[in-house]
Nanobody, 124 residues
Framework: QVQLVESGGGLVQAGGSLRLSCAAS????????MGWFRQAPGKERELVTA????????YYADYVKGRFTISRDNAKNTVYLQMNSPKPEDTAVYYC?????????????????WGQGTQVTVSS
């Protein structure tokens, strides 16, 4: 497994921008699909976005499509989530995940690694 550490969370105004980073340890980062989940208080954890090992394929949940962008730098063992025009309903703890993304089922399957999460709060 790989160890993941998220950073970049904080307070942002609606309509602003914020970039989250997730740094991975180990030399096998490029062998993992990566993704971001989020969990708001009282709600289940939900998939926000995913990116393939090479970065050539991405998936976005409808509620962030056109506003958020996932990217990765395999040389730096880091995946990013650029959040543009965030809304108050985007407020949540954001988690980074490394594993295998099933693009047909739109799920991370098998034994995945998770970060500890970073809080994002969007003020109106």
């Amino acid at each position: 497994q790989v160890q993941l550490v998220e950073s970049g969370g904080g307070l942002v105004q609606a309509g602003g921008s914020l970039r989250l980073s997730c740094a991975a340890s180990g030399r096998t980062f490029s062998s993992y699909d990566m993704g971001w989940f989020r969990q708001a208080p009282g709600k289940e954890r939900e998939l926000v976005t995913a990116i393939s090992r090479s970065g050539g394929s991405t998936y976005y949940a409808d509620y962030v499509k056109g506003r958020f962008t996932i990217s990765r730098d395999n040389a730096k063992n880091t995946v990013y989530l650029q959040m543009n025009s965030p809304k108050p309903e985007d407020t949540a703890v954001y988690y980074c995940v490394a594993g295998l993304f099933n693009s047909n089922r739109l799920q991370f399957v098998g034994d995945n690694s998770w970060g500890q999460g970073t809080q994002v709060t969007v003020s109106s």
